[in-house]
């Protein structure tokens, strides 16, 4: 796992964060600090929050108040220009790879390379291609559409679009939900092996007690319209009633046994 510690650059910063809806308040001052290199699973209850928080870290929600600090920028103060050169730096999956029916994997993959660069149809064809391969999808893959692929294939085929730019931030949105245990275990070794292999930093909505336990440094759990951060050992130790039953719980038993005896993913 990444060295966490504090001579580690901050990546990313939430500071003050408020996000609301009408007059329903979602978070309140919720404050994040993300290390380049690590992983960070985001948890929390029905109804707390992640995918916004997720969401409104890309740039997709404008918070109500605060600040979020990615990549050196201010993303909340940035022009249409700027914000556009810092989400090429990023890459993003949506919860089942939210693919367009209409287009083959390949040209899914190359649909961010034809809106941020000027690359030749020919090379956009044969950087697609080698993502492909990156996710671990057969060459095949590349002519197929959605409607022909599995769930687990499909997540794949949305993971190479999101590394389609090389982005240094990962931002995953459940993404082994639906997925068998073996698939979703194959899903988050691959994760793992391409933090090391391209030195990501990534940032995970997950409800997968499998996933935080063999690739997250550490887990940002939402209560209370705040998040409270530790790693899983830590978390484990906490008196809230809430992530006491969450990391104490038969589903949270069952994942660190298949830690212990071998299952580590990394």
């Known amino acids: 796992m990444a060295d966490n ?17 009408g007059a329903q308040v979602i978070h309140e001052d919720l404050e994040l600090t993300i290390k380049r290199g690590e992983i960070i699973g985001i948890v929390g209850g029905s109804g707390t929050g992640k995918s916004v928080l997720l969401r409104t870290m890309v740039g997709l929600i404008r918070p109500a108040a605060g600040q979020i600090t990615m990549l050196g920028k201010d993303i909340t103060a940035l022009n249409d220009e700027a914000r556009t050169a ?53 060459p095949d893959a ?41 698939g979703a275990a194959a899903f988050d070794q691959l994760i793992g092996e391409l933090r090391r292999a391209l030195n990501l930093t990534v940032v995970m909505v997950t409800h997968d007690l499998d996933s935080l336990s063999a690739i997250c440094d550490r887990i940002a759990v939402l209560l209370d319209k705040r998040v409270r951060v530790g790693t899983m050992a830590s978390l484990r130790q906490d008196s809230e009633p809430w992530i006491h039953e969450y990391f104490h719980g038969p589903r949270a038993r069952a994942a660190l046994d298949h830690l212990t005896t071998g299952g580590e993913q990394q």
Do not use: C
């Open 5 to 21: 510690g504090t001579s580690a650059e901050t990546i990313l910063r939430v500071t003050g964060l408020r996000t609301q809806f």
């Open 86 to 138: 810092l989400q090429k730096r990023i890459g993003v999956l949506f919860q089942d790879g939210a693919l367009f029916s209409s287009l083959t994997v390949a040209q899914n993959i190359m649909l961010p390379l034809r809106e941020h660069t000027d690359l030749p149809p020919a090379l956009q064809l044969e950087i697609a291609e080698v993502k492909i391969g990156m996710v671990g999808l057969p």
């Open 142 to 182: 590349a002519n197929k559409y959605p409607s022909e692929l599995s769930g687990g294939m499909r997540k794949r085929a949305g993971l190479a679009r999101a590394l389609a730019l090389d982005p240094e931030i990962l931002f995953l949105d459940e993404p082994t939900a639906g997925l068998d245990p073996i």
